[in-house]
């Protein structure tokens, strides 16, 4: 924001030096960018200082919301102007009518109608206001709706009114076919064409587009020499709708910049009438009669319990009540002492409408830190602090991202909304449709994702495509998984569970041995299983369930050839998503004491022709129970296939087995009952023959 001191002064008497008045500025939240010494057209010089306004400040961005910062920080009285200016005896709605179609985006709409003016030149006075801050002159009716948002920070338009179709003014949606396809185009001020599409709001007449609202206007209704009639709109457009339209055009200015932080709702009515107090003094004409105003009132702001002992327990100091009182009303809120007994020490503070940020206790708080001055907290000052320890969840976070990234895998961040190619290219969790936004947060988004994996291959395909990185991803995030429509009671709602999703290009068992890798990094104890599914996306009897006990963790599989391809990925992909509740649930993040045998271990290898359907989680199943707790450790080696020597469907596993004793040596006797009676578990269970 660019603040000319000789502007700033008309509305606050500037008792600070320059330098003074900058370090007054940066201690309470506005920072001093630079400043520059300007010789303006008059000959006169004027400094300009450049504030960088945080997004949540939009009342900053006028010179008189600066000027209130300015009067609460020296203590000085702010000089708002007073509006004269005299009205016809005709009405503004008898010549204009105004039809709100999208109040979704556009809260409020006013509009005042000005005949007979005269369009020329500004006076000179106004033009070294404008040229100081780097706005362009263009005329006198122009330049004062560009002043006074100068002013006090809220954008205006004027409109040519003879080029109104049906001297009716249309806020509503932008037109479109039943494809969603544009089928309006507005050439705006800067004489370019930009689509209109329905997420767009426009300020249209009876027959076409006038104006893009909140953004630009549009080159039709735009005023020049021969006009002699003019609308001036102010209105508060909502700056979500403002931001989408913006970015999606390409196309930024003051006023858009200015809607996207919020405007004073309660000053609309008092920027319209202020441009219509300059433009009768500068270019003559008549205001008809009364504004239309599509807003029966302005929203009232609720009040906030300020309690004094808060204050000191939040900064560490003590502000007397007066003090707070006169730094409350300074900044232009309501605030009363409570003089009920029980409530004594409390101030009930009621925010302007144009501090939007202002909501809660805490934000009081911080007002009366920053203007009373952060140099008033000694570094000593006594602030109670209280301990506090991070959650189970954010705990078991914090090891698995330790795993992933010593795996080789880059944490990725992706949007929760997805397009639809995305989300209709596979879902291991559900077949339900997915939950979808009335109105897309990002273009074409309006599905809540049900996996996190199509957004990661997209992420792969994406570094492949720019720099020819097979990027082996992984995300925490959110997933959202629609309700069974038969459910009942809670289980009807939707469900937003926490989800762990990688993605690669290693083997299958390259990432299931990353999956096992982390399982016992969390200590979660137990076999893992796995359990053959079938479901669009991945290759046919590529996809597994993993299952601990009888509870589905995750899925683990290869993706389908085809998608891969529309991707423009070679190579096979292997992705794997994991419930993150499910794994905090089975967790055992604090490592547990175990004894330590002091007797030697008897480590033997065993051979067996099993079933080519016998899988090795279903195998070390039976090994486990059919041992006793002195099996102490269970690990696989390999497979050996001969159809010749062992038959048709038949394969070899060879595994080994570690034997100890928490009590005493054991013998090789012990080791080979341990031994007969895994294999004779083996052989009734599940056909096996021991290999001798």
Sequence with gaps: MLVSWKWLSRYVD????????????????????ESNTVTLDSGAEDIIIDLEVTSNRGDCLGHIGVAREVGVLTNQPLKIPTIEFQESARKASDCLTVRNEFEQACPRYTARV??????????????????????GIVNNIVD???????????????????????????IRPGKTDAKGKSQEVLEAIDHRKYELNADTCVIADASSPLAIAGVMGGAISEVSETTTRIVIEAADFVPLSVRRTARRLKLHSPSSFRFERRVDPAGIDWASRRACQLITEIAGGTVLTGAIDTADSVPTREPITLRLSQIERVLGIAIDAATIHKILVGLGCRAEISRDAESANTIDCVPPTWRHDLTREIDLIEELARINGYDKIPETAPIPVTPSSKRTFDSAMQRLRGVMTAAGFSEAMTPSLVVEKLDTSLSPWTDRPALQTRTAMLEGSKRLRRTLIPSLLQSRAANWASASINADLFEIAHAYLPADENATGEDALPAETYHVAMIGGEDFFGVKGVIETLLGRMGIEGDLRVESVDRDGFAPGGLVALKLSDETIGYLGILDEKLISSWKLSGPVIAAELSADVLVQHSQLVPQQRQVSAFPAIKRDLNLVLPESIRWDGLSSVIRSA?????????????????????????????????????ETLSGNDADEIVESVVTRCEKELGAVLMR
């Design 14 to 33: 500037l008792t600070l030096s320059h330098d003074e008045l900058v370090d007054r500025f940066s201690l309470s939240g506005l920072n001093h960018e």
């Design 114 to 135: 000005i005949e007979g003016v005269r369009v020329g030149r500004s006076p000179q006075w106004m033009q070294d206001a404008l040229k100081s801050i780097g706005i």
């Design 144 to 170: 004062v709706t560009n002043y006074v948002m100068m002013e006090c920070g809220q954008p205006l338009h004027a409109f040519d009114a003879d080029q109104i179709d049906g001297d009716t003014i249309v």
């Design 627 to 663: 041992a006793d707790e002195r099996l102490t450790s269970l690990s696989y080696q390999e497979t050996y296939r001969n159809e010749k020597v062992d038959g048709p469907d038949r394969k070899r596993v060879l595994f080994s087995m570690e034997l100890q004793s928490l009590t």
